[in-house]
């Protein structure tokens, strides 16, 4: 039988900043940092053998969790008399990201020596090592019809369009 006890704890800073550059145009500079624990079953859930598939799932007690510190920043030009368009950018860092489930072999999962394994695959939830950086983009529009007939006034129109892209496929 093995035992694992385990404990973190974390202060996380956030925080941001607006400045009017001009009567119509805002600026928006911010910061912030969190934490994603992982699911209790995927630490130290039960083990799953299922004989139909031939796989084993298992908890990894060595999972991390995710930290990431993200910063941000936008421009907002709003449009007289009620409509903005904003452009956005951000920078996202993830420590530890959470893989999903991963294959591992029948010795790390400890199923070496047992033969009525023999052709199962073991799967468990593992981080990436490493820390994942993510960039995006955003630009948006809103506008709301007002110089239409009354019964109309309350329709708008909007869209966005957005790019991310990770340093490391995922």
């Known amino acids: 039988?093995?035992?694992?006890?385990?404990?973190?704890?974390?202060?996380?800073?956030?925080?941001?900043?607006?400045?009017?550059?001009?009567?119509?145009?805002?600026?928006q500079l911010s910061a912030s940092?969190?934490?994603?624990?992982?699911?209790?079953?995927?630490?130290?859930?039960?083990?799953?053998?299922?004989?139909?598939?031939?796989t084993v799932r298992l908890p990894n007690p060595e999972l991390k969790p995710e930290t990431s510190d993200k910063y941000f920043a936008s421009l907002q030009y709003?449009?007289?008399?009620?409509?903005?368009?904003?452009?956005?950018?951000?920078?996202?860092?993830?420590?530890?990201?959470?893989?999903?489930?991963?294959?591992i072999s029948a010795?790390?999962?400890?199923y070496a020596n047992e033969p009525e394994y023999n052709g199962y695959t073991f799967l468990r939830t593992s981080n990436a090592p490493g820390t994942r950086k993510i960039k995006g983009v955003e630009v948006e529009y809103s506008q709301q019809l007002v110089f239409l007939p009354a019964w109309a006034r309350g329709f708008s129109v909007f869209?966005?369009?957005?790019?991310?892209?990770?340093?490391?496929?995922v």
């Open 78 to 103: 709003y449009i007289e008399p009620a409509g903005t368009l904003t452009v956005s950018g951000y920078e996202l860092n993830v420590k530890n990201m959470g893989l999903g489930t991963q294959q």
């Open 1 to 27: 039988k093995r035992n694992n006890y385990g404990r973190y704890e974390n202060t996380f800073f956030s925080g941001g900043a607006k400045y009017s550059l001009l009567r119509n145009l805002v600026m």
């Open 33 to 54: 940092q969190s934490i994603g624990r992982p699911d209790y079953s995927n630490i130290a859930g039960v083990i799953t053998i299922n004989d139909t598939n031939f």
């Open 107 to 110: 010795e790390e999962a400890g």
């Open 159 to 169: 869209g966005s369009v957005s790019r991310a892209a990770s340093d490391t496929p």
